[in-house]
């Protein structure tokens, strides 16, 4: 029995890596609004919107989202499609524009307007909700008030 006390626990205990595992995390800081909290999920879920990137689950090291290079010039794209609840209209371009997204249902009706205006470069993705509009084909025209971009996609609503 004596023996058994003497032999060195590392030979029947579990070697764990030099991470810390926690209940419960935070982290913040100032100007630039960085924060950072786990509470031991075993899942990650991102969020994100135009200018803000949210995470839910472990602090995973190096993980990191970039949003990628601004493109260069000036256009538009509208994503996904088929659609159910939302879509992303995604503008961009090196000089101030003002845009405008027109919703057009099948019979030519406007159902949905909205205007956009940027006062310098600009890369913008917006996701819009369209759960209030019944299935079926619309026309999503997208313009700007100069004149660079006149685009019309046809999309479909599930």
């Keep these: 029995m004596f023996w058994l006390l003497c032999i060195p626990a590392t030979l029947f205990s579990q070697q764990l890596s030099h991470q810390v595992l926690v209940p419960l995390a ?3 800081s100032g100007n630039s609004i960085n924060y950072s909290q786990t509470v031991g999920e075993t899942a990650t879920e991102i969020v994100g919107c135009s200018e803000y990137i949210f995470t839910e689950g472990f602090q995973q090291p190096g993980f990191k989202i ?3 290079e601004i493109p260069k010039g000036t256009g538009v794209n ?5 659609v159910s609840d939302f879509i992303t209209i ?3 371009s090196e000089t101030a524009k003002t845009f405008r997204v027109d919703f057009i249902s099948i019979t030519g009706n406007v159902v949905m307007s909205e205007k956009k205006v940027f006062n310098d470069k600009f890369w913008f993705k917006d ?3 369209i759960e209030n ?3 079926g084909f619309y026309l ?4 700007s ?3 660079v971009i006149n685009r019309t996609f046809k999309i479909e609503k599930l």
Excluded at 78 to 82: I, M, R, S, T
Excluded at 140 to 143: E, P, W
């Design 26 to 28: 935070g982290l913040a």
């Design 66 to 68: 970039t949003a990628g």
């Design 78 to 82: 509208v994503y996904p499609n088929p």
């Design 90 to 92: 995604e503008l961009f």
């Design 127 to 129: 996701p819009l909700s």
């Design 133 to 135: 509009l019944i299935r």
């Design 140 to 143: 999503v025209r997208v313009y």
């Design 145 to 147: 008030e100069d004149g």
